[in-house]
């Protein structure tokens, strides 16, 4: 039987000196970043202590955090270095990285595959994304490479497309006897959307483009991104046709598709149209969770309801919005401007002195809160906020034919690794075959489980 255990370090607060976080110059931001880093690289037990690489410490159904922060969190790591130059931590990403690839290099491993939602899987395959994207470090020989694995994602969820509901879309769980396989979500979607978008710009593969613009149409026309207002909802149930819409916002999936539309743009070579999605989607995204100009999760943060991972959202949305303002430039000094403010009220509520540093996560109030049991996630937001400002002056994200190719070890079509899921743009599954799919990923999975235990 394996066995978790939560290993995650307890900091007190209110020790020692008070700590002064600066980001006054590029110099006073990288070292609050390497500060940050080690503060939340603490909390990360990896394989050191017995725990499953990848993995926050204590998972679902014995902990707090889902499978899915775990890619968050190593993304985060990677931008860090990125943005740094510090390769403190790119042993550990790398270990935790290939660990949840499971077996067909997918980020389908059996011990989660029971409980697998588009949105986790998805997520994971952003990692593997960046890494690519920044020429992360080359992997262990014989191994796919960053990009060849986010294909491989994309191709698994190609075959999950449903359009014999709601017209289109993608569902939030994979297996049939997951609750939510009846919910539609932007989560699952705009990460579609943005994993295609970033693809399109990495290949040249212009079918992953005609994917992910086909997934924006559907996300408009079934109204979970208002054509009128670009505020990101929710999403909604299937048996309805999807018109009873949950129109909650949450930072997170607002943040994916506004970065895919800077994919988009920057990959039409900023064509008028994207130009026009991507202003407001940037517009709506800043004045809808930057009120004063500092980041609040509207949805649950005023109500203190918040749940574990919402706890990490403005991470994802310092992150992404400082991406999109490298792929559009001329965005940079609207986003860049109010991400900083966001950031410096974000370390002004972090609190205690070396043996005791912790931050919290209700930035606005201008002190610290106590977080949630472990604070992951709130450690997540300070560290992302600060690494975000480093990217100006930066180049974007690189392609395969403007350097990317660190890590290739296959010789697929894009140049960087072999495939081995469907070919992009297979044509969308029956009904039937979807439920064969939902019941045959739910058994194998409930397999994984017994066998585990």
Same mark, same amino acid.
């Given at each position: 039987m394996m066995i978790y255990t939560t290993t995650a370090v307890t900091l007190l607060a209110g020790l020692g000196a008070a700590q002064k976080f600066s980001i006054a110059t590029h110099d006073d931001i990288v070292a609050s970043a390497k500060t940050l880093a080690s503060d939340l690289m603490a909390l990360y037990s990896g394989d050191q202590t017995g725990e499953t690489?990848?993995?926050?410490?204590?998972?679902?159904?014995?902990?707090?955090? &889902?499978?899915?922060?775990?890619?968050?969190?190593l993304a985060t790591f990677i931008d860090y270095w990125h943005v740094t130059g510090d390769e403190t931590y790119n042993d550990v990403v790398t270990q935790g990285l290939l660990f949840q690839r499971g077996p067909n290099d997918n980020y389908m491993p059996p011990n989660v595959t029971a409980q697998l939602g588009n949105d986790d899987q998805c997520a994971w395959?952003?990692?593997?994304?960046?890494a690519a994207e920044n020429n992360f470090p080359e992997l262990p020989k014989g191994q796919a490479s960053w990009v060849a694995v986010a294909e491989n994602v994309f191709n698994n969820m190609v075959v999950r497309y449903d359009d014999g509901t709601c017209g289109g879309g993608l569902r939030w769980q994979v297996p049939l006897s997951n609750s939510g396989y009846n919910y539609k979500n932007t989560m699952s979607n705009g990460c579609y959307f943005n994993l295609g978008a970033r693809l399109a710009r990495y290949t040249g593969n212009e079918t992953y483009a005609q994917q992910a613009v086909q997934t924006w149409d559907w996300l408009t026309s079934v109204g979970f991104i208002d054509n009128t207002t670009f505020a990101v909802f929710d999403g909604a149930h299937v048996e309805g046709n999807c018109t009873d819409i949950n129109k909650a916002q949450f930072s997170y999936p607002a943040a994916l598709v506004?970065?895919?539309?800077?994919?988009?743009?920057?990959?039409?070579?900023?064509?008028?149209?994207?130009? *026009?999605? =991507?202003?407001?989607?940037?517009?709506?995204?800043?004045?809808? #969770? #930057?009120?004063?100009?500092?980041?609040?999760?509207?949805?649950?943060?005023?109500?203190?309801?918040?749940?574990?991972?919402?706890?990490? &959202?403005?991470? &994802? =949305?310092?992150?992404?919005?400082a991406g999109a303002a490298q792929l559009a430039p001329y965005t940079a000094d609207k986003i860049l401007a109010v991400l900083k403010t966001s950031a410096q009220a974000a370390v002004g509520q972090c609190t205690g002195g070396d043996s005791g540093r912790q931050c919290g996560f209700y930035w606005a109030d201008g002190k610290f809160v106590k977080p949630s049991a472990t604070g992951v996630g709130e450690q997540m937001d300070v560290l992302g906020a600060v690494e975000a400002l480093l990217v100006e002056g930066l180049a974007g994200p690189v392609t395969a034919a403007t350097g990317?190719?660190? +890590?290739?070890? +296959? *010789? +697929?079509?894009?140049? *960087?690794?072999?495939?081995?899921?469907?070919?992009?743009?297979? *044509?969308?599954?029956?009904?039937?075959?979807?439920?064969?799919?939902?019941?045959?990923? +739910?058994?194998?999975?409930?397999?994984? =489980?017994?066998?585990?235990?």
């Open positions: 690489p990848g993995l926050l410490p204590g998972p679902p159904p014995i902990g707090d955090y &889902y499978w899915w922060e775990g890619a968050g969190f395959a952003l990692a593997s994304m960046i506004t970065q895919g539309a800077a994919y988009m743009y920057n990959y039409t070579q900023g064509s008028t149209l994207w130009k *026009s999605r =991507l202003d407001s989607l940037t517009t709506a995204t800043l004045k809808i #969770f #930057f009120p004063k100009d500092i980041a609040v999760e509207v949805a649950c943060e005023a109500r203190a309801t918040c749940t574990t991972d919402m706890f990490s &959202y403005k991470n &994802y =949305l310092h992150r992404y919005l990317g190719g660190n +890590g290739t070890s +296959g *010789s +697929g079509s894009s140049g *960087s690794g072999t495939s081995t899921g469907s070919t992009p743009g297979a *044509s969308h599954t029956s009904g039937a075959r979807r439920a064969e799919i939902g019941l045959v990923a +739910g058994l194998i999975g409930l397999m994984a =489980l017994v066998m585990v235990n």
